[in-house]
Every structure is written in C-alpha cells, then in structure tokens.
C-alpha cells in the first residue's frame, strides 16, 4: 500500500463531494435521545453503561428511573457511529413505515455524510452488529408511547429483532447484492409506529458537528429545549445522560464540555451555557440560540411532555430550572388582570416587582398554553420569615402549581432574592386566590 494510500486510510470519515446526501425530514426516537446507547469515544472501554435518575409525573410522584445497556460478549458496545447509524434506521423507518428496513451500504453511507471508502464500509458492519447484540434494561425509564405512560416494571430488550447484512463487493450498484435489512423490536416499533418521535436537523448532527460528545449532547439538548428557550440540569446528570464516563469532580466534567458547548455554540444552536453551585450540587444552565431547533406540529402531537396542562413525564433535570438569564428581555409587564388582583390582595409594589421578574424568568422555559393559563395568572402574595405565599387566580390550577412549580418558583424567587442582598425562601406554598386571606 502506497504513502498516500496508507494517509486517505487514516483519514478522519468526510462527506462524499460529488454526491450530496439524500434530502430526507431527520427523526429521533425519543427514548434514545435523552438515553445512553454507547461509548462516546475509542479510549472508552466500558462494557456497561448505567444512568439512574428520577423523573416526576403529572401527579407530582417521583420516581426513581433505571437504564442499564449492555454489548454482545463479541462485539461490545457501539461507538459514537452506532447512535448516528441508529438514528439513520429509525428516520428510514418512520419515512417508510416499515418496521424492515431495507438499505444499502452506500445508500447508509450517504445518509450518514460518509465517504464511500471501504473503511467507512468496515466501521458502519461492525457498529451495525453491535446494535444488534444491545441488551437494554431499563426500569421505569422506557416511555411506552402506545400505553401512555413509563414502563413501570423491570424489562430487558433489544433494539433490532433481526439483521441481515449481504456482500457489499459492488457498493456503488443499489441494485446489486450488497443489500441488507434491519428489523426493529416490537417495543422500538411501537414508539416509531405511534409517533414517539421528534424532528432532527440531519444537516447539523450528521454535517456540522464533529465530535461524538457535541452530537450526542444535541441530540439530549434538543429534546429536552423543543419547547424552551433556557432549560437547566444536574451536571452529573446531564453527564450520565449522554454517555459520559464517570468523574469524581463537576470540574472534571466542565473541563470535558467544553469543546463540545463551543462547537453547538459556532453552530448556532446553543446561545452560551453557564454552570452555577446550588449547595452540594452543580448545575449547568443552558440558553438556547434564536431561531434553533424549532419543533415541528408532529412533534407537539408526540411529546406527552408537551402538554398544557402538564401531562406526560416531566424530569427532574427539567423541573429546576433557574430562568435568571431568561429575564434578560426585561420585567414582564402585567396585564389588566393581574393589575385588579394585586390591588384586590393588597399586593406591595416591592412584591409585584420581584414577581414580574419570576414570571418573566419563567415564561421562556414552558409552553406558552401552560405558562399562559396557569403560572401567568399568580400573584406573590407575601413574603415573610424565608416563607412565601403565592395566589393563583385560576382555583383548578392550584394542585398542579403545587405539585409543579413549587421548586421552580422558589429557585426563581431566590436568585432574585440572592442578587438584591435578601434572604432566600426556604419554604413556598401555593392557595387559591378565591378564598380570602386571613
């Protein structure tokens, strides 16, 4: 093998330039999205990955969320390629509607904006047939879209049923023998089939991005950001979300961030994200860029989280948000409405100003239906001794605020709090703006 020959081998995978990529709507199961599947990197060795969370239901219960994946004996787990080559299969499969789908190796090659060398050919064999050999356990984890609701008991399964891969010799003719097929999982199918899944700009995961850590961390991001324009989370979370390998420390884990929030940052998705102590914990604030990452109607119909009136799944990374940097356009202004209550209440100037800027902090972080109908329309009725009362005009509306917006209310009220020099809120209630005040 030549000099040159031996170079164009050890060449990082480009998009082939004579043929440009397929034009075809990106889609993302949404499990996979907010999941692990595997390793983000070739110095990664581990065989297991593990994240365990907690999630907060529309009743306001938590619970504690198991996902364990595992890799064949032979084979291991996938690299960062496996989740690009998944993502390829379920858009193919939500296009077609076929839970056999059917491909050739340069045909997949295109998709993935990938050379047609035979290396690339190599590397899209070995990860299809570790994404064969995933077994995947999850407890109270997998969202189960056809029954509406989270898998409450312990179950184990794999992505693809079947596989079948022919010789690829004559990769260019799509007509010939170098055709193969995957066969998806009933309960991967049924999340396709129902719709379970979000839109994904191809272009910028499988073109722009480069580094296996920034697409992945998109992948997550956009999800969770579909319907907000600030979102926050535990930063070990957020690690374990996406396949990080474990740190002893939050800046171990910055530092490996970095380059990946600068990449979705010169992309245009991510505006900036900051990190910020919050007693023992980290967390990491995110803001997302104008215009990025616009959710189609088909995604709004299949995100149970998207619900105005909070239904479906809301995450425990998701529902403590900090929403200062969200106030940057200024204090809300109150409508006529929220005017009448607050002379009716007896409500300070002092308090309605420092509730304005809650409001304002939070109005980018939920659809605009549920901030409209049922955190718009509340008061800060006092303030006193760390305890804080807070009204809501809207008497059915009442419960939910309690089960959930309690924290995102009282982290919002705090860092306001914290900035003019007060003491912080330890403890927030919610009561019905129908029953008088004593």
């Not at 056809?146 to 990769?171: G, N, P």
């Not at 999982?185 to 994904?200: A, C, E, M, T």
Request: aromatic share 10%.
């Amino acid at each position: 093998m030549s000099r040159q020959a031996k170079s164009r081998r050890k060449a990082d995978p480009s998009p082939p330039q004579h043929i440009p990529p397929p034009a075809i709507q990106g889609r993302d199961e949404m499990n996979l999205a907010e999941f692990p599947i595997g390793r983000l990197g070739v110095r990664d060795q581990r065989e297991t990955l593990t994240y365990e969370g907690w999630f907060t239901d529309s009743q306001g219960s938590r619970y504690r969320q198991k996902w364990i994946v595992s890799g064949s004996k032979q084979y291991g787990l996938p690299h960062e390629l496996g989740n690009r080559m998944l993502v390829a299969l379920i858009t193919l499969a939500a296009e077609r509607q076929t839970k056999e789908v059917t491909f050739t190796g340069y045909q997949m090659l295109r998709l993935l904006r990938l050379s047609d060398g035979q290396a690339n050919y190599k590397h899209f064999e070995r990860n299809l047939l570790q994404l064969t050999g995933l077994t995947i356990y999850s407890e109270q984890a997998f969202w189960d879209n056809e029954q509406q609701k989270h898998l409450t008991t312990k179950r184990a399964f794999h992505i693809f049923d079947d596989v079948w891969l022919a010789s690829w010799r004559d990769a260019r003719d799509e007509a010939s023998d170098g055709q193969g097929y995957v066969v998806f999982n009933d309960v991967f199918w049924g999340n396709i089939q129902s719709g379970y899944l979000k839109s994904l700009d191809l272009e910028l995961y499988l073109g722009t991005l480069k580094s296996s850590l920034a697409r992945q961390l998109y992948r997550c991001l956009d999800k969770f950001m579909r319907y907000r324009t600030v979102f926050e989370i535990d930063l070990f979370d957020l690690a374990g979300r996406i396949g990080m390998q474990q740190y002893r420390y939050p800046s171990q884990v910055k530092e490996k961030l970095q380059p990946a929030l600068r990449e979705l940052s010169a992309s245009g998705f991510l505006e900036r994200a900051t990190f910020r102590k919050t007693g023992p914990y980290t967390r990491v604030r995110f803001v997302k860029a104008a215009g990025a990452g616009v959710p189609s109607a088909a995604d709004a119909e299949a995100d149970p989280g998207a619900a105005p009136a909070g239904e479906g799944p809301v995450h425990a990374g998701a529902a403590q948000p900090d929403g200062a940097e969200a106030a940057r356009g200024g204090m809300a202004q109150p409508g006529p409405r929220r005017e009448w209550l607050q002379q009716r209440y007896g409500v300070t100037e002092a308090h309605q100003a420092l509730w304005d800027a809650v409001l304002q902090g939070l109005r980018g972080q939920l659809p605009t239906a549920t901030f409209m109908s049922f955190v718009e329309p509340t008061l800060l009725l006092s303030l006193v001794d760390g305890v804080a009362t807070v009204g809501a005009r809207n008497p059915k509306a009442t419960t939910w605020l309690q089960a959930r917006m309690v924290r995102r209310f009282q982290d919002e009220l705090n860092y306001h709090l914290r900035a003019a020099g007060q003491p912080a809120v330890t403890e927030l209630g919610v009561v019905a703006l129908g029953v008088e005040r004593e």
